[in-house]
């Protein structure tokens, strides 16, 4: 029954994290949603946690949960730093929102060791460099 249920296809969402300066002028990384599609997407949830291996030691952070209401056209939104301690962790955001009336969600996951300067692509619409997912 279950495998009869084909979910709507997410399309032009991403996240990304993103190194910047913050307004005391230190370098701090930042979570954001990106939507790139030509119409605003609503009643977005995101959970993210993460979780591995360090040290031979599994390890697993606490989940956070973020409500934004709508995220325009063409834009972003950042909602929550990250600490760079944790980029050795598998980082997994899932983001649920609605688009025309009809729910759609992903699950994002930056692997551990990917969100490295290696990894760097312009970030479209934020116009710095980060790792992104889409």
């Known amino acids: 029954m279950k495998k009869d249920i084909a979910p709507p296809l997410v399309e ?31 009643g977005v949830l ?3 946690h993460g979780y ?19 995220v325009p056209a063409k ?10 301690t944790l980029f050795g962790l ?15 969600d992903k699950k994002y996951i930056f692997l551990p060791e990917t969100i490295k300067e290696d990894n760097f692509i312009l970030i479209p619409y934020i116009n710095k460099k980060g790792v992104m997912i889409k």
Do not use: C
């Open 12 to 42: 032009n969402i991403a996240v990304a994290v993103v190194k910047e300066l913050n307004e005391l002028n230190e370098m701090e990384w930042n979570v954001y949603l990106l939507n790139l599609k030509n119409e605003k997407i609503e």
């Open 46 to 48: 995101v959970s993210s």
């Open 52 to 70: 591995g291996n360090i040290n031979g030691e599994d390890v697993k952070t606490s989940t956070l949960r973020h409500f934004l209401d709508e």
């Open 75 to 84: 834009s972003f939104v950042k909602f929550e730093p990250i600490m760079e």
């Open 90 to 104: 598998n980082n997994e955001y899932w983001v649920s929102f609605f688009f025309n009336s009809i729910m759609y």
